[in-house]
């Protein structure tokens, strides 16, 4: 089993910087694909970066390109998500997800693994 906690958010005004982590327990996640969704009131949850598990290779959602970065250090078991220009519509509870294997999902159902989420709060 792998367990995930995320940490990092909070509030900041738009125009802001955050940077969210996701530490991993349990077993080394240097072999799993590594992602970051996240849930707004009332809307579904929705696909923010992914990573492979070598970190060759990221993939982001249009929203969101040009502002975040997601990395990883599989040394630390650990993925992060630098967030930059943040804007309101960025408020939501953001969760850390991992499958092992290959390939970056961009659906909750892609992911067998969560973190409790943390939520970031961007005020105009």
């Not at 959602?61 to 630098?82: E, M, P, W």
Request: hydrophobic share 35%.
């Amino acid at each position: 089993q792998v367990q995930l906690a995320e940490s990092g958010g909070g509030l900041v005004q738009a125009g802001g910087s955050l940077r969210l982590s996701c530490a991993a327990s349990g077993r080394t996640v240097s072999g799993y694909g590594m992602a970051w969704l996240r849930q707004a009131p009332v809307k579904e949850r929705e696909f923010v970066s992914g990573i492979l598990w070598s970190g060759s290779s990221t993939h982001y959602a249009d929203s969101v390109k040009g502002r975040f970065t997601i990395s990883r250090d599989n040394a630390k078991n650990t993925v992060y998500l630098q967030m930059n220009s943040l804007k309101p519509e960025d408020t939501a509870v953001y969760y850390c997800a991992a499958r092992a294997g290959a390939g970056i999902g961009t659906t909750s159902q892609w992911y067998d693994y969560w973190g409790q989420g943390t939520q970031v709060t961007v005020s105009s």
